[in-house]
């Protein structure tokens, strides 16, 4: 296990050439597949749609909407059909799409804010995640009770690029990045803290009930500590401006995902379990608490919305000043230049009797 101490900087864009390699070899798509911004996709007239996931593939139920699109046709009848793929890095996917190897990125905001000050011309169409996921887990016994008590700590990460997810929850208590010793500690980096090596690790809505169904209790804090929105949809500003209707298809799509999970997670929770082997969690009941919270966290948690997909720009805003003021990123955003809820009313305008219906009468 490495560990390292980490200065203000902006941390590794990754290995673009490897991803890339990844994306358009072993992970390449369907027969028939084209490149992102040409016509037809595969030989059925549906069009595959590339999404650079910033997590492993085999964790479905965080995708469960996805999934349920590609399972009951509102992909389809919107034209396209969602080939998942894992980034190597935390900020591959916004290179990927930026160089038009895939058709859209799912980042964390501060992920796409920092690929942004850095002059990657990304556009987030689709704000999947209403509140903010991030946060620290300690073991149920630990002294560390807050953020504040991070500090001088050991915390582990996945990559070393997370530290911008970091920051700003370590900001709200009065700390900087620098005053912890962060972990680089891989996918399994929960065992590191399970096994005593570091006393934290940063985590999310969605994985830490992961963790749970394997076994792991921890105790989780730090959601509530910012305002602001999670992971969403971006696309290069290219294929937003030559290709709207291909962002339309992909946004009413997740939405209608998004609209099934809200009334049978159970059923989204099926559907994300047959999609890869060894798909986790494994059991249906720890998918089916996954799936519950994705479809909290898409309808707004407490705060709910009826719009799936919307951005609040000044929640943005006041995250992209965060970060720079704390010098994580090394320019100003004006984020109107990279959000667009231009979409959002098309997304949202579907029939939700129907899906509701489908979701209901699911049979596996």
């Given at each position: 296990m ?14 673009v ?24 996709a ?10 650079v ?5 085999e ?15 509102y992909?389809?009848?919107?034209g ?82 997370w ?54 209790e ?56 047959q ?12 998918m ?23 951005h ?7 995250l ?10 090394g320019?100003e ?6 959000l ?25």
């Open positions: 490495r560990s390292i101490r980490m200065k203000r900087t902006l941390f590794g864009l990754g290995s050439v490897a991803a890339g390699a990844l994306l358009l070899g072993c992970a390449a798509a369907p027969s028939g597949g084209t490149s992102p911004g040409g016509e037809d595969a030989s059925d007239g549906v069009r595959d749609v590339r999404v996931l910033a997590v492993n593939k964790l479905a139920g965080e995708n469960a909407n996805l999934h349920v699109a590609n399972e009951l046709g992909a389809e009848e919107n396209i059909r969602f080939v998942l793929e894992s980034a190597l890095g935390s900020t591959d996917g916004t290179k990927l799409v930026s160089t038009g190897q895939a058709e859209v990125a799912y980042p964390s905001p501060f992920v796409a804010l920092t690929a942004r000050a850095s002059g990657v011309p990304i556009v987030s169409v689709f704000d999947n995640l209403q509140t903010n996921i991030f946060g620290f887990a300690v073991k149920p016994n630990s002294p560390i009770a807050s953020i504040a008590d991070l500090k001088g700590k050991k915390v582990a990460l996945g990559d070393g690029g530290t911008v997810i970091a920051a700003p929850l370590l900001a709200s208590a009065g700390l900087t990045i620098d005053d912890v010793e962060w972990v680089v500690a891989g996918e399994r980096r929960q065992l590191a803290v399970e096994q005593g090596d570091v006393d934290a690790v940063l985590t999310w809505e969605m994985e830490y009930q992961n963790w749970a169904d394997q076994g792991l921890f105790r989780v804090f730090g959601q509530d500590s910012v305002p602001y929105q999670s992971n969403t949809l971006v696309m290069s500003e290219e294929l937003v401006k030559s290709d709207p209707d291909l962002v339309k298809a992909i946004a009413r799509a997740s939405a209608m995902g998004a609209e099934f999970i809200q009334h049978n997670p159970e059923a989204g929770a099926q559907i994300a379990t999609t890869y082997e060894g798909t986790t969690p494994q059991s249906l009941e720890g089916t608490a996954v799936v519950t919270k994705l479809a909290e966290l898409m309808a707004g948690g407490e705060g709910g919305t009826d719009r799936y997909g919307a609040r720009a000044d929640d943005w805003q006041g992209a000043d965060s970060l720079f003021a704390d010098g994580v990123i320019a955003v004006d984020v109107s230049t990279m667009s809820d231009d979409f959002i009313d098309y997304a949202n305008d579907f029939d939700r009797d129907r899906v509701r219906q489908d979701a209901e009468g699911y049979k596996p």
